[in-house]
């Protein structure tokens, strides 16, 4: 008797959370459809978001067979001029997106790497997106690309109330909504895509600034086993792989004390190049923020990496 009345209770309960469910995804839709920014916090659905995400994603879809694929950070996006690679006789594909960490990385190559079949993977490792918990770049990529099977990784491993409230109201619009009417402008302020992923941004130059805290990088073991598993994905395709820490000014990067831990972890995944040492960059000339390269260093570094890559005999 008493096991009976048990399990009722456990049926009506499971009942009750299924009812509960269906009525938070209904008001989570309705309210975030209908009422202004304000009723709903949590919820960060942003097509066409900052970094023209939406414009890349959506042209990725109609990219095969590429030499080399780009991933990473802004500084991916920002960073790797698809127009120099292509003039040097690279056809090639920039998948950053905005403060990517390895697990958006591994959500895009699962999507994308069996299409766009590339011989090279330049994998841009910025300490920081090691170091944060993901949830800005996972809300990027639920509000501007398909949601499917993938999605469900971002939430579980971010376990975030945003992007559980995002990814409901993305896959509203996913199965309501025709996308394909969506048209990104290419020139956003002072921001223009570049065909094959790039951002370019108008010229300015950066005022050097002078830090005299001293930080680390609090390095995430979780965001260092999803790098792991991309290695893995792209060893297993037989892709060649060469790792690269875009520069950022000098000023900004010697106020980190554990960059050479940072690198030694980067060296024993593989091919690995540090720009920050040796950087024939000037922070003032070449910079428009202590993070980014102005489009004047975007064309130093480039043809210094090209001129690696030819130095390392990486044949595509």
């Known amino acids: 008797m008493y096991n009976s009345r048990k399990l009722v209770f456990i049926f009506k309960l499971f009942l009750f959370a299924i009812f509960a469910s269906f009525i938070y995804v209904i008001l989570t839709c309705f309210i975030t459809e209908y009422t202004s920014d304000h009723f709903h916090k949590n919820v960060k659905y942003i097509k066409g978001s900052y970094g023209h995400t939406f414009t890349r994603l959506n042209e990725v879809k109609r ?36 403060s990517q960490t390895p697990l958006q990385t591994m959500i895009l190559l699962n999507r994308y790497i069996e299409n766009l079949n590339p011989k090279l993977i330049i994998y841009e490792v910025y300490p920081e997106t090691f170091s944060i918990d993901g949830v800005e770049s996972s809300l990027d990529i639920i509000s501007n690309d398909i949601n499917d099977k993938e999605s469900l990784i971002l939430l579980f491993q971010t376990k975030n109330i945003k992007v559980l409230n995002t990814l409901i109201f993305g896959l509203y619009k996913d199965i309501f909504y025709n996308n394909s009417n969506y048209y990104e402008n290419r020139k956003k302020g002072e921001d223009y895509y570049i065909s094959g992923g790039f951002v370019q941004s108008n010229f300015k130059q950066f005022k050097n600034v002078k830090y005299k805290d001293k930080q680390a990088w609090k390095l995430k073991k979780r965001q260092f086993n999803n790098f792991s598993k991309n290695i893995e994905i792209i060893k297993n395709k037989h892709i060649k792989l060469l790792l690269v820490q875009a520069p950022i000014t000098v000023a900004k990067y010697q106020t980190y004390t554990n960059n050479d831990e940072f690198d030694i972890k980067m060296e024993s995944f593989g091919d690995y ?39 390392l005999q990486i044949k595509l």
């Open 63 to 98: 990219t095969k067979n590429i030499d080399i694929l780009f991933l990473g950070s802004s500084h991916a996006y920002r960073g790797f001029d698809t127009r120099i690679f292509n003039k040097e006789g690279y056809s090639s594909f920039n998948l950053g997106s905005s």
């Open 273 to 311: 190049i540090n720009f920050n040492n040796n950087s024939c960059l000037n922070d003032s000339l070449h910079f428009y923020d202590n993070n980014h390269l102005n489009q004047a260093g975007v064309e130093i570094f480039n043809k210094e990496l090209i001129r690696k890559l030819n130095f």
